[in-house]
């Protein structure tokens, strides 16, 4: 497992843009799938973004696609979400994840991370 450190998160107001970053601990990073989950208050968590250990193949939840990207730096042991065109409907925690996986480039189900962060509040105001 990683350690998973998230940072970025606040307020901004619909329409902003917020880029979160989150850095992970240990010299396997690279070898890991990525992912950007988020939980709003009273609401399950839900997949916001993943990438691959190589950062060939990305995967978006339709309702943050053409709004958010997800990278990696590899070298820095850092994955972000840049946040474009935020609405009220985003605010939530945001969470990073790590996986590693077999067979399969990326995967939007919580149960196939198994190192979580402590999470980061984006809050966007109408």
């Known amino acids: 497992q990683v350690q998973l450190v998230e940072s970025g998160g606040g307020l901004v107001q619909a329409g902003g843009s917020l880029r979160l970053s989150c850095i992970a601990s240990?010299?396997?990073?690279?070898?890991?799938?990525m992912g950007w989950f988020r939980q709003a208050p009273g609401k399950e968590r839900e997949f916001v973004a993943a990438i691959s250990w190589g950062g060939g193949t990305t995967y978006y939840a339709d309702s943050v696609k053409g709004r958010f990207t997800i990278s990696r730096d590899n070298a820095k042991n850092t994955v972000y979400l840049q946040m474009n065109s935020l609405k009220p409907e985003d605010t939530a925690v945001y969470y990073c994840?790590?996986?590693?996986?077999?067979?399969?480039?990326?995967?939007?189900?919580?149960?196939?991370?198994?190192?979580w962060g402590q999470g980061t509040q984006v809050t966007v105001s109408s």
């Open positions: 240990g010299r396997t990073f690279s070898s890991y799938t």
């Open positions: 994840a790590a996986a590693r996986l077999q067979g399969v480039w990326v995967t939007p189900t919580p149960n196939e991370y198994d190192s």
